[in-house]
């Protein structure tokens, strides 16, 4: 209707030969949008008009051909940088005293010129205005860099007043409130993040926090005071930026926070566990969850065996239900690692992870259910025998369901786990208890499978159990053709007891006054 | 056992045909007219014996069919890999003609086909018939061998099973993963019919096993004693996979089978009831006594419980191109963060935070890392953790 409607209106217009000078698009919903300013003349439309200046809130647009604005066109329109919220002195230019370069000062100047500097640098622009303080903000750039280039070469600049400088400076400019995301609209998979405006400056001031870690001057014993739990608290929360940059060079920040401060690493390990919970059962929003599983696949790498119990509950309690969260697909690739990293170190722990994995299984979303068995052929990789044996039942019945699902994607990548060498000797040493699970459902698609490819992929699976182990598969078979025939027998029984009950029926109907009763 | 010493003897009074039922009997003279026509169904012995001398000279390149759609640099290497494979072989194999191993290979591929297909074991024993009587006639190239198989499926098939169970030629030909087309198959399959001068009903083995269990069925009482027909058919089966036992008569080698199953449940009586049968077709004593060896050996192969390695390496596996791009990406790197070692020491160097960490930790007060600070450490933790 509303393709219609605007094609109608136009041409009771060149009906009624308004000619107001305004210029006449082609486009007849342009149009429309144009009479609603003289009203006088569309007296029989006034109500649909109504209804479509109701309707129309965004400006007209080639696409809107349908009534439908495109997702993808509405947010290009819409997408801007964005800056977190900064309390700004209104209107009033930032002065900044040019201080002379580093180079160019004695050495024994240099430590107090570097705090001037780092003073300086705490004062934060408005990016958001790209007119305002150019100059000023480019001299802090340079600035910033020239900074950087002094951490990474220079000796004996470290001071004891530096560290709390140093500390003071980085928390001004990166310590912010993050703005709302556009929660409802932002899909992480599909649309461009928002980017941070000021990046100019935040990116040099996390390069300079890096070298400053990083260098060979730095001593944790005194850092220690200043990069506190709450530094680490405001750090961790600046995760959910939506700059896939920023949480780049913050993952990197806070790996080394971690490697220099064993002090703080129970306290970000537990901050770190309460953000996925909180993620997991709570607001299934947090930007930083790849990021922040990196860094936990270096950590979990590191452990010392054996294992603590912190860090088993940990994997059964926070890793573990992190693969329900829809979003699964942005941090799949880490949370599989550190899944398999936990059981290269600890085989003991195969048989919780396969059983909560197997216990959580996807089972409507088949994007998922593809990733579910990536991951599982990965673990099985890396399985020992031993344990094997203890998840094979579950696991196999699991994977028979998947074989026979209807799609596609889901039955071939489970039969693809048959040309893994490694799984295939596990198979084969088991292949007694496996084929009897496995047979019935394959032996079925082979014959109903709608997907050719799919059922030549058995044909492979079944040869190859065939020549595992002849005896077991003839013996299936032939019990499988037979419990068919039975069952074949029984429908053929049902169906003529049915047929002989319609014929009393009618008999009986028949009999009675020879009208057949309905 | 009374029961069956005393069938046993009356087959052994059967000169007279009086005592025996009429089914019983007509079994007998079925079995009797079989083995005077079995002759006609062998496959010419001088040719098996050729092929059993043909030496295999195959260069086992461990190259893995693996084809992944889509991805054109992996195919490139795959397709240069089997360039290289094919004119190697193509130099050792094509001048040699069929041998044992290359036929027994493609009769258990059939084997796969037709259990997969649902074909029954009558459609399988003829098709390997079929191809042991052309191959004993011909002189084939190995690369016409897959084609011949299928070909004397297809036919098996046709002869045997009902119209509707037979599934289309291009589904045979794509399941078995050939690289010919469907009028190649029709035009080996005429071959094959002309060189053969096919009869509809060709005498096989199978024949003779199901003539023999049924003599058997109906002379004994005691059925649970009996194998089913079933389990004889699969032994059967595994024994045809090999080139040696194209050479037996049917008829002994139905027996040999049979007797060799008897032989193995140790049932005396069974093989009295045997023993007579051989008596009465007159099988020839030594004859039986060799087959029955070799399908002793046979079984033994079959039925151990180490399993045979699959060869994955002759089957294709085709995927589509969304799994293959899933694959590929699922070999995702080491990440970049070098790894952190955990401190040998406890963590509850750490000012606060410890009440929520495990009891069972032994939280230690000991050996502290190079940046501890012992004034840091209050001494209530010390004492919390010992247990």
Not at chain 1, 101 to 110: G, I, M, W
Not at chain 1, 154 to 172: H, I, N
Not at chain 1, 438 to 454: D, G
Not at chain 2, 190 to 196: A, D, F, H, N, Y
Request: with cysteine; glycine share 2%; charged share 25%.
């Amino acid at each position: 209707m509303l393709f219609n409607l605007p094609v109608f209106i136009h041409l009771y217009e060149r009906l009624n030969s308004r000619n107001d000078g305004r210029c006449r698009t082609s486009n007849p919903i342009h149009y429309v949008f144009q009479t609603d300013q003289s009203p006088s003349s569309l007296e029989p439309n006034r109500a649909s008009r109504r209804a479509m200046s109701s309707a129309a809130t965004t400006p007209p647009s080639v696409d809107k051909v349908d009534g439908f604005s495109r997702k993808s066109v509405r947010k290009a329109k819409q997408k801007r940088s964005q800056s977190s919220s900064q309390f700004r002195s209104q209107g009033k230019p930032i002065e900044l005293t040019p201080l002379p370069l580093l180079k160019d000062v004695p050495a024994p100047e240099q430590p107090e010129l570097f705090l001037k500097k780092l003073q300086q640098c705490c004062t934060v622009f408005d990016f958001m205005d790209t007119l305002s303080d150019l100059k000023m903000k480019e001299y802090k750039r340079s600035t910033l860099n020239e900074l950087v280039d002094y951490v990474t070469v220079s000796r004996g600049y470290l001071t004891e007043q530096a560290y709390p400088e140093v500390v003071k400076m980085v928390s001004y400019n990166i310590f912010r409130t993050l703005p709302p995301s556009d929660s409802n609209e932002f899909d992480p998979e599909e649309d461009e993040p928002t980017l941070e405006a000021s990046w100019p400056h935040l990116q040099l001031v996390y390069e300079f926090f890096i070298r400053f870690l990083e260098s060979q001057e730095f001593q944790p014993s005194i850092a220690k005071k200043y990069i506190d739990q709450k530094f680490v608290l405001q750090l961790l929360e600046l995760f959910d930026s939506e700059d896939p940059r920023e949480r780049d060079y913050l993952k990197t920040v806070l790996h080394r926070i971690y490697g220099k401060f064993l002090g703080l690493r129970a306290f970000i390990r537990k901050q770190i566990n309460n953000i996925f919970l909180r993620f997991v059962y709570e607001t299934e929003h947090f930007n930083g969850v790849a990021e922040l599983l990196e860094i936990l696949g270096s950590i979990i790498n590191g452990f010392a065996l054996p294992l603590k119990a912190e860090h088993k509950q940990f994997l059964v309690k926070v890793l573990i239900p992190l693969h329900t969260v829809r979003s699964l697909s942005l941090f799949h690739a880490q949370l599989a690692y550190c899944i398999v990293q936990f059981l290269e170190k600890d085989p003991a722990l195969t048989e919780p992870v396969i059983r909560g994995l197997l216990k959580f299984w996807p089972k409507t979303c088949s994007q998922k259910e593809v990733m579910y068995l990536g991951e599982l052929e990965e673990i099985l990789d890396v399985i020992e025998p031993t344990q094997f044996v203890k998840i094979q039942e579950p696991l196999f019945k699991q994977i028979s369901r998947c074989v026979s699902s209807p799609h596609f994607q889901v039955a071939e990548r489970a039969l693809y786990y048959w040309n893994n060498e490694y799984i295939m000797s596990l198979i084969e040493e088991n292949s007694s208890v496996i084929l009897p699970i496995m047979f019935a459902s394959l032996y079925r698609i082979s014959k109903e499978h709608w997907n050719p490819a799919i059922v030549a992929l058995v044909y492979n699976v079944l040869k190859a159990f065939m020549e595992m182990n002849s005896t077991l598969f003839d013996e299936l078979t032939a019990t499988y053709k037979s419990d068919r025939q039975r069952e074949k027998k029984k429908e053929k029984e049902r169906e003529e007891l049915w047929k002989k009950l319609g014929d009393l029926e009618l008999k009986r109907g028949l009999r009675s006054d020879g009208i057949i009763p309905t | 056992m009374c029961t069956n010493s005393s069938c046993s003897k009356r087959l052994a009074r059967m000169q007279d045909l009086q005592d025996l039922d009429n089914e019983t009997c007509w079994l007998v003279k079925e079995l009797k007219s079989y083995i005077a026509q079995e002759a006609d169904f062998l496959p010419r012995e001088t040719g098996l014996n050729i092929m059993e001398s043909a030496a295999e000279v195959g260069i086992a390149i461990p190259v893995t069919q693996f084809y992944i759609l889509y991805l054109p640099f992996s195919s490139v290497l795959m397709c240069y890999f089997d360039v290289l494979l094919w004119c190697l072989t193509f130099i050792f194999q094509n001048h040699n003609g069929v041998s044992a191993k290359c036929r027994n290979a493609k009769v258990e591929d059939l084997w796969s086909l037709a259990s997969f297909f649902g074909f029954s074991t009558q459609t399988f024993v003829l098709a390997v018939n079929l191809l042991d009587r052309f191959l004993a006639i011909m002189k084939v190239q190995p690369k016409h061998v897959p084609c011949i198989g299928v070909s004397c499926l297809h036919i098996a098939a046709k002869m045997v099973e009902d119209e509707c169970n037979i599934s289309p030629t291009h589904e045979l030909i794509r399941i078995s993963q050939s690289k010919f087309t469907v009028s190649d198959l029709s035009r080996m399959e005429k071959i094959i019919s002309e060189k053969l001068n096919l009869e509809l009903k060709a005498i096989t083995a199978l024949t003779f096993l199901h003539l023999y269990h049924a003599v058997i069925v109906s002379l004994t009482s005691e059925r649970g004693e009996i194998p089913s027909i079933e389990r004889l058919e699969a032994q059967l089966k595994a024994c045809l996979c090999q080139l040696i036992f194209s050479k037996a008569k049917p008829s002994v080698l139905a027996l040999s089978v049979i007797t060799q199953e008897f032989d193995a449940l140790q049932s005396l009586a069974m093989l009295e009831i045997v023993q007579e049968l051989q008596r009465h077709l007159k099988i020839v004593d030594s004859e039986l006594l060799y087959w029955r060896g070799l399908v002793a050996k046979c079984m033994t192969e079959y039925s151990s419980s180490e399993c045979n390695k699959p060869d994955n390496k002759k089957l294709v596996w085709i995927v589509s191109r969304r799994t293959a791009q899933n694959l590929h990406a699922n070999h995702f790197s080491v990440p970049e963060l070098p790894t952190i070692p955990e401190g040998s020491w406890d963590e509850s160097e750490s000012e606060d935070s410890c009440e929520d960490m495990s009891c069972e930790e032994d939280s230690l007060c000991g050996s502290p890392g190079s940046d501890a600070e012992g004034a840091f450490f209050p001494s209530e933790f010390c004492n919390q953790g010992r247990k």
